[in-house]
């Protein structure tokens, strides 16, 4: 599992979204979190622009004016969406791993440059994280430093630093060391002004979970922050067992009213920006992903492995 963290400093600009696809397509990325959108919605021509290599399910922040917006995805493919939260300052989503049928929560910031809603960034990030009951990983700009060595000059606010520290300290979050720049942010200027504000946090469990997982700056083009490459160490995708449709479910009570409902949840939830032809294989996938389980936990109850029918459906 491959993550792209990145501020891109405004989505509709002259060559972003090719650059963009090039890091997807490089990296293999499997989530992408972008802050800095400066986007009030989405259309379905755009986001399908950045889907390489399958499709994501997609969920953003509206830009405040000319200023902030999220945009958070994840690979159909690899991952099932679950509860979406959204906040002033973040977007959240539980989601379950299919490669190792675990459930964690995602978490992309973009903290205010007014430094004035400092404070209540900070809350809304405590809140968040101090209500979520999965392993988590906190990602994006946080627009703060954390030590005097995160800036380049002599010029650092010693109490926002404390605030900062005291509630990463209050959540029980551990920042992952980062490989590559030395620094994330510039000002671009001749005499250049440079910042660590773009960072990855993770939870005890979070990183229990994924031991071997390395965090690096990818190079920076174009916008003034580097792009984050967070790896979960896992070896390859692995792919999830090839799915058998079992004719004897449609003999389970209730069988047709849960498939109903699952359809009806897709068509309402992930299809909105999407064409038939899209809308039918997100269906299909969201259809297989529900259904392995499902038919698992039916087959011990049936006492049989449900191999003995005849009728199978194979993708």
């Given at each position: 599992?491959?993550?792209?963290?990145?501020n891109?400093?405004?989505?509709?600009?002259?060559?972003?979204?090719?650059?963009?696809?090039?890091y997807?397509?490089?990296?293999?990325?499997?989530?992408?979190?972008?802050?800095?959108?400066?986007?009030?919605d989405?259309?379905?021509?755009?986001?399908?622009?950045l889907?390489?290599?399958?499709?994501?399910?997609?969920?953003?922040?509206?830009?405040?004016?000319?200023?902030g917006?999220?945009?958070?995805?994840?690979?159909?493919?690899?991952?099932?969406?679950?509860v979406?939260?959204?906040?002033?300052?973040?977007?959240?989503?539980?989601?379950?791993?299919?490669?190792?049928?675990?459930?964690?929560?995602?978490?992309?910031?973009?903290?205010?440059?007014?430094?004035?809603?400092?404070?209540?960034?900070?809350?809304?990030?405590?809140?968040?994280?101090?209500?979520?009951?999965?392993?988590?990983?906190?990602?994006?700009?946080?627009?703060?430093?954390?030590?005097?060595?995160?800036?380049s000059?002599?010029?650092?606010?010693?109490?926002?630093?404390?605030?900062?520290?005291?509630?990463i300290a209050?959540?029980?979050?551990?920042?992952?060391?980062?490989?590559?720049?030395?620094?994330?942010?510039?000002?671009?200027?001749l005499?250049?002004?440079r910042?660590v504000?773009?960072?990855?946090?993770?939870?005890?469990?979070?990183?229990?979970?994924?031991?071997?997982?390395?965090l690096?700056?990818?190079?920076?083009?174009?916008s003034d922050?580097?792009?984050?490459?967070?790896?979960?160490?896992?070896?390859?995708?692995?792919?999830?067992?090839?799915?058998?449709?079992?004719?004897?479910?449609?003999h389970?009570?209730?069988?047709?009213?849960l498939?109903?409902?699952?359809?009806?949840?897709?068509?309402?939830?992930?299809?909105?920006?999407?064409?038939?032809?899209?809308?039918?294989?997100?269906?299909?996938?969201?259809?297989?992903?529900?259904?392995?389980?499902?038919?698992?936990?039916?087959?011990?109850?049936?006492?049989?492995?449900?191999?003995?029918?005849?009728?199978?459906?194979?993708?």
């Amino acid at each position: 599992m491959r993550s792209l963290i990145y501020n891109l400093r405004g989505f509709g600009r002259l060559g972003r979204r090719s650059q963009l696809r090039s890091y997807m397509r490089q990296e293999r990325v499997d989530i992408l979190g972008l802050q800095e959108t400066i986007r009030p919605d989405f259309t379905s021509g755009e986001l399908r622009s950045l889907e390489c290599g399958g499709q994501f399910a997609w969920n953003w922040v509206p830009a405040d004016g000319h200023s902030g917006g999220l945009l958070l995805g994840f690979r159909d493919e690899c991952f099932e969406d679950g509860v979406w939260r959204k906040g002033k300052f973040f977007i959240s989503a539980d989601i379950y791993q299919c490669s190792n049928k675990a459930k964690w929560c995602f978490v992309l910031v973009y903290g205010p440059a007014d430094h004035s809603r400092t404070g209540e960034f900070l809350d809304e990030l405590e809140g968040e994280v101090t209500n979520c009951q999965l392993p988590l990983v906190v990602g994006g700009d946080f627009n703060l430093i954390r030590r005097r060595q995160d800036k380049s000059n002599e010029v650092v606010c010693w109490s926002r630093i404390r605030c900062f520290n005291d509630a990463i300290a209050a959540i029980s979050l551990r920042e992952y060391n980062r490989a590559g720049a030395r620094f994330t942010w510039t000002n671009n200027q001749l005499d250049p002004i440079r910042s660590v504000l773009d960072r990855v946090f993770v939870s005890p469990s979070w990183e229990t979970m994924f031991p071997l997982c390395s965090l690096s700056a990818v190079t920076r083009i174009g916008s003034d922050h580097n792009p984050l490459l967070l790896d979960s160490g896992e070896s390859g995708l692995m792919r999830p067992p090839r799915f058998f449709f079992q004719t004897w479910w449609f003999h389970v009570a209730g069988f047709d009213e849960l498939l109903r409902g699952k359809i009806e949840f897709c068509i309402h939830g992930k299809g909105p920006h999407r064409c038939s032809i899209e809308l039918w294989q997100c269906i299909s996938r969201s259809l297989r992903q529900f259904l392995k389980g499902w038919g698992r936990t039916s087959e011990r109850r049936k006492g049989t492995s449900g191999r003995s029918s005849c009728a199978r459906w194979e993708s």
